[in-house]
C-alpha cells in the first residue's frame, strides 16, 4: 500500500487504496479494519493490481488493511466519529430507551437475539450488556407486547418495572451478570396491574399503574406505598410523566356506535385528586379500539405528539401521529418520508428518519416542519430505530447494523 485517500474521513466515505500487487481481480482478497469490523468495515466497489475504491462501514475505525494471499499491507486512517458508537448489544425491536443521569444509554427491547425474549439492555456503564428477562415472558402468549417502562434507579443504573404474565407488577433491577426481580408490593401484598408511566421525584422513583379499580401511585420503597385510586375518563393505553410531574395518558375513547374508538387524552396534575378533561387527539374514529399508543411531551410541558394503532377489529390500523399545540389544540403531525420516530428538541417537534434505499443514510430532523434540515447521522449502512433524549436535550439515536445495536453519543 502507498496510500489510502482521504485518510480521515466519516463513514459512508469513499476511500480510494492505491499499492502494487493486489491481485489483478479481487478473489479471496480483502480490505479490513481491526476487531470488531474486521472486512465488514469496507465495502469494496473496484479492484485492480493497483488500485481498490470502496465505502467505510460503521462501525470501522483505526488501521485500514489489504489482505491477500500474498499477505498484508496497513496504513493508518482515521474514522471521523461526530457520534461515538457504544458496544454492540445483541437485542432487536425496542420498547423504550433512557439516558441515565451518568450519560449512559440503556433501553428495554422486545428480543434478544440469542434467546427470543425481552430484554434490558445497557449500552455502557459498568452493568454494560444484554440482560434477558425470562420473567416477562408469558407461556400462554409468548408475543404479548411487554408493559413496562425502564428507569433509573436510586444506584444510577438501568432498571424496569413492568407487569408480569401473572398480573404482578415486577422490579428488575441487574446484580453482577444477572437479573434479579423483586415484586413490587405494598404492606399488604403485590400490586397488580400495568405500568402506564415512571418518573421520579425529590422524594425518589414511583410509577403509575392502572389497576383493577383505577390508576394509583406506586412509591418505590420496602414495601412500596401506593396513594389513592384515581379513575380516568376512558381506557388508559400508555402514558408519560412530563418535567413538571404531569401525567400524561393516552386513552381509547369509545365511539358511539360501540365498535370504533377515539384517540384522546387526559392530564393529571401533580399532586392533584383528579384528572381534568378528556381531550379528543383525533377527530376521526377508529374501527375496534385503541391498543397501543406512544405519547411524548416537550420541554414547555404543553405540547405533545401522540402515535397510536387501533385494533381494527383484527387488523391492526396505524394512526397518523397527532400533534398538541401550546393552546392545547391537536392537529395532523408534520408528514415525513421514512419517519422512524417523533422526538422534541426542548419544545420544537423533530424525528428521525431512514432512507431505505440503497443510500441507506439516517437523519435527525431538528424541525419536523422544515425537513430539509435534516442532519445526517453518518453511520452508513446502518438505520436507526429509535432514539434516547439525554437531560441537556441531546439526542442519542439507538442504530441497529445486521443483528446487533448500538447507542450513539454525540462527540464532545
Known amino acids: 500500500m502507498t496510500s489510502v485517500s482521504p485518510s480521515s474521513a466519516l463513514w459512508g466515505a469513499q476511500l480510494t487504496i492505491t499499492g502494487t500487487n493486489f491481485g489483478a481481480t479481487q478473489g479471496t482478497g480483502k480490505v479490513e479494519f481491526p476487531s470488531p469490523a474486521g472486512a465488514n468495515g469496507f465495502v469494496v466497489d473496484t479492484w485492480t493490481d493497483t488500485s481498490i475504491t470502496g465505502r467505510v462501514a460503521f462501525p470501522a475505525n483505526g488501521a485500514v488493511s489489504v489482505v491477500t494471499t500474498g499477505g498484508t499491507a496497513s496504513t493508518s486512517f482515521t474514522t471521523m466519529e461526530p457520534y461515538a458508537p457504544s458496544a454492540a448489544v445483541d437485542v432487536t425491536a425496542p420498547v423504550q430507551e433512557i439516558v441515565l443521569s451518568t450519560g449512559d444509554v440503556a433501553g428495554l427491547f422486545a428480543d434478544y437475539q440469542l434467546a427470543s425474549e425481552p430484554t434490558l439492555a445497557a449500552f455502557s456503564g459498568s452493568a454494560m450488556g444484554a440482560f434477558p428477562l425470562a420473567d416477562l415472558i408469558d407461556s400462554q402468549d409468548p408475543t404479548a407486547p411487554i408493559v413496562g417502562q425502564v428507569v433509573e434507579s436510586d444506584a444510577h443504573a438501568p432498571e424496569v418495572l413492568a407487569t408480569k404474565p401473572d398480573g404482578t407488577v415486577g422490579a428488575f433491577t441487574i446484580s453482577g451478570t444477572s437479573v434479579v426481580d423483586t415484586a413490587v408490593a405494598t ?46 375518563t376512558y381506557t388508559p393505553i400508555a402514558g408519560t ?28 396534575a401533580s399532586g392533584s385528586d383528579g384528572f381534568g378533561a378528556a381531550e379528543q387527539a383525533d377527530p376521526m374514529a377508529y374501527a375496534g379500539d385503541i391498543v397501543a399508543a406512544t405519547i411524548q411531551v416537550a420541554s414547555d410541558n404543553k405540547q405533545a405528539v401522540v402515535t397510536a394503532t387501533a385494533s381494527g377489529n383484527g387488523t391492526p390500523i396505524a394512526i397518523a401521529a397527532r400533534a398538541r399545540s401550546t393552546t392545547g389544540t ?47 447521522i453518518p453511520v452508513w449502512p446502518a438505520q436507526t430505530v429509535s432514539v434516547a433524549m439525554d437531560g441537556s436535550g441531546a439526542a442519542h439515536p439507538i442504530v441497529q447494523n445486521g443483528s446487533v445495536v448500538y447507542a450513539l453519543t454525540p462527540a464532545p
Open 330 to 376: 391537536w392537529a395532523a403531525a408534520p408528514a415525513l418520508t421514512g419517519i422512524v420516530q417523533y422526538v422534541f428538541f426542548d419544545a420544537t417537534l423533530g424525528a428521525v428518519i431512514n432512507d431505505t434505499t440503497s443510500s441507506k443514510t439516517t437523519s435527525l430532523v431538528p424541525d419536523a416542519t422544515m425537513a430539509g434540515g435534516a442532519q445526517v
Open 187 to 232: 404492606a399488604s401484598g403485590p400490586i397488580a396491574g400495568n405500568v402506564v408511566a415512571a418518573g421520579r421525584d425529590a422524594t425518589g422513583l414511583y410509577a403509575w399503574i392502572e389497576t383493577e379499580t383505577g390508576i394509583e401511585l406506586a412509591r418505590e420503597g420496602t414495601p412500596w406505598t401506593a396513594g389513592s385510586v384515581l379513575s380516568t
Open 241 to 268: 410523566v412530563d418535567s413538571d410531574g404531569t401525567l400524561w395518558i393516552v386513552e381509547s375513547q369509545p365511539g358511539p356506535d360501540g365498535t370504533t374508538a377515539y384517540v384522546s387524552v387526559e392530564t393529571l
